[in-house]
C-alpha cells in the first residue's frame, strides 16, 4: 500500500480542516488505517483508526473535535478536524497496516506511511 496525505495548511483557532489520504495498492481494503501526528520536538502520537470491519478509534482527548472515515472503493481516507486548537499543530500522517486480527494504536505497528502534511493553528 502506497500512501499520500494532503490537505493541511494554516488556520486559525477555532477553524476546521479535512485531511485527505489517498491509497494505491490492492490490499487496502484488508488493511487498518490510521492517522497520527507529530508536533515539533514530540514524539509520534495515535489520532484515530479505522479497522477493515468498520469500527472506529479515536485519541479519548480528540473523539469530540475529530471524525476519521474511509471509502475504500476509492481507497481514500478523511480526517475531519473541527474546533481545532494551537496544540493540534503538528505533521499529520496517514497510515496503514498489513492484515490484523486486532486493532493497534502503536505506530511501530503500521507497515506503511503517508509522507505527512503540516497543519498549523494559529491562536
Known amino acids: 500500500v502506497q500512501l499520500q496525505a494532503s490537505g493541511g495548511g494554516l488556520v486559525q483557532a477555532g477553524g476546521s480542516l479535512r485531511l485527505l489520504c489517498e491509497a494505491s495498492g490492492r490490499t487496502f481494503s484488508s488493511s487498518d488505517t490510521g492517522w497520527f501526528r507529530q508536533a515539533p520536538g514530540k514524539g509520534r502520537e495515535f489520532v484515530a483508526v479505522?479497522?477493515?470491519?468498520?469500527?472506529?478509534y479515536y485519541e479519548d482527548s480528540l473523539k469530540v473535535r475529530f471524525t476519521a472515515s474511509r471509502d475504500n472503493a476509492k481507497k481514500t481516507m478523511i480526517l475531519q478536524m473541527d474546533s481545532l486548537k494551537p496544540e493540534d499543530t503538528a505533521v499529520y500522517y496517514c497510515?496503514?497496516?498489513?492484515?490484523?486480527?486486532?486493532?493497534?494504536?502503536?505506530?511501530?505497528?503500521?507497515?506503511?506511511w503517508g509522507q505527512g502534511t503540516l497543519v498549523t493553528v494559529s491562536s
Open positions: 479505522v479497522r477493515r470491519t468498520g469500527d472506529i
Open positions: 497510515a496503514a497496516t498489513s492484515y490484523r486480527l486486532r486493532v493497534t494504536m502503536r505506530p511501530g505497528d503500521y507497515d506503511y
